[in-house]
């Protein structure tokens, strides 16, 4: 069935490409990346991706990262997942383990491969003893309430395709404000939407640095007349440490004598205003 809605999806926006005609398209995330980037592969069409945690290499729309060889380019979401465990550890230094909650989609497994990579290579300062990949929500409770008694944090990342026991889907705050209300561990996230739903911290994989440099790319596509096949796929800076204070309350973590290892600090937690 999913295979249905996304081919669906894909003849509708490329039906509405084909009649707009456009100068360029912007593609946001993998599925757009992969499904509608591979339609307009080799067209006369530039098109310019960002937020993508796959390798673009992955989806056929790139040679290689510094020379495209085609009318596709664009802006890698490489992730700060090393930094964001590293954050963690520094402000609650107690941590010493440590289990990935997830949701099982094409926006997800880029992110938990990263993290159990680097897991094995020993270049995380927590060990991870476990890894939790469903999109089903009763069984994101069930083993985050177990985990809760065996592990000393979480690795919060994507929770927006899960479905509860009817097969609806479960709206993404809905999610975190369960996970808020009922886990009472720190957590790490990857990106600062979460750290404003609610989590704890990141080190923040700014969607602001990669929209710019997207933006940036297609300005110079249109308007200088750069060529997207020599154009090399770039990787944003880092964006900075965020801290959720209202979370951090809940936990009982005194952020005064910390504020010298945070950057930015986010006052509540949107999926606890619902």
């Given at each position: 069935?999913?295979?249905?809605?996304?081919?669906?999806?894909?003849?509708?926006?490329?039906?509405?490409?084909?009649?707009?005609?456009?100068?360029?398209?912007?593609?946001?995330?993998?599925?757009?990346?992969?499904?509608?980037?591979?339609?307009?592969?080799?067209?006369?069409?530039?098109?310019?991706?960002?937020?993508?945690?796959?390798?673009?290499?992955?989806?056929?729309?790139?040679?290689?990262?510094?020379?495209?060889?085609?009318?596709?380019?664009?802006?890698?979401?490489?992730?700060?997942?090393?930094?964001?465990?590293?954050?963690?550890?520094?402000?609650?230094?107690?941590?010493?383990?440590?289990?990935?909650?997830?949701?099982?989609?094409?926006?997800?497994?880029?992110?938990?491969?990263?993290?159990?990579?680097?897991?094995?290579?020993?270049?995380?300062?927590?060990?991870?003893?476990?890894?939790?990949?469903?999109?089903?929500?009763?069984?994101?409770?069930?083993?985050?309430?177990?985990?809760?008694?065996?592990?000393?944090?979480?690795?919060?990342?994507?929770?927006?395709?899960?479905?509860?026991?009817?097969?609806?889907?479960?709206?993404m705050l809905t999610v975190g404000r369960w996970y808020?209300?009922?886990?009472?561990?720190?957590?790490?996230?990857?990106?600062?939407?979460?750290?404003?739903?609610?989590?704890?911290?990141?080190?923040?994989?700014?969607?602001?640095?990669?929209?710019?440099?997207?933006?940036?790319?297609?300005?110079?596509?249109?308007?200088?007349?750069?060529?997207?096949?020599?154009?090399?796929?770039?990787?944003?800076?880092?964006?900075?440490?965020?801290?959720?204070?209202?979370?951090?309350?809940?936990?009982?973590?005194?952020?005064?004598?910390?504020?010298?290892?945070?950057?930015?600090?986010?006052?509540?937690?949107?999926?606890?205003?619902?």
């Amino acid at each position: 069935i999913r295979w249905n809605v996304i081919g669906d999806a894909t003849l509708r926006i490329m039906e509405m490409i084909y009649a707009f005609q456009p100068d360029l398209v912007l593609l946001g995330d993998d599925n757009a990346a992969n499904y509608i980037g591979n339609q307009l592969l080799d067209t006369a069409t530039p098109v310019v991706f960002w937020g993508i945690n796959g390798l673009p290499l992955k989806y056929g729309l790139i040679d290689s990262m510094d020379n495209p060889g085609h009318n596709i380019t664009g802006v890698w979401q490489t992730g700060f997942h090393q930094e964001s465990v590293d954050l963690l550890h520094r402000l609650v230094p107690t941590v010493k383990t440590f289990a990935i909650l997830s949701c099982d989609s094409v926006t997800a497994r880029p992110n938990i491969k990263q993290l159990k990579t680097l897991a094995k290579q020993g270049k995380l300062s927590l060990q991870l003893a476990d890894v939790v990949a469903t999109n089903s929500f009763t069984t994101f409770k069930r083993r985050a309430l177990e985990l809760a008694q065996t592990v000393d944090a979480f690795f919060i990342l994507n929770h927006d395709t899960l479905k509860d026991d009817q097969g609806s889907y479960v709206d993404m705050l809905t999610v975190g404000r369960w996970y808020l209300n009922h886990i009472r561990k720190p957590e790490a996230a990857h990106e600062g939407q979460f750290v404003r739903e609610g989590m704890l911290l990141t080190a923040n994989d700014s969607g602001y640095n990669q929209a710019y440099h997207a933006f940036e790319m297609a300005y110079d596509i249109l308007e200088q007349g750069l060529n997207p096949s020599r154009m090399r796929v770039k990787t944003p800076p880092r964006g900075p440490l965020m801290v959720n204070r209202q979370r951090a309350a809940m936990l009982g973590i005194d952020l005064s004598d910390k504020m010298n290892m945070i950057d930015k600090i986010v006052e509540t937690a949107i999926a606890l205003e619902k």
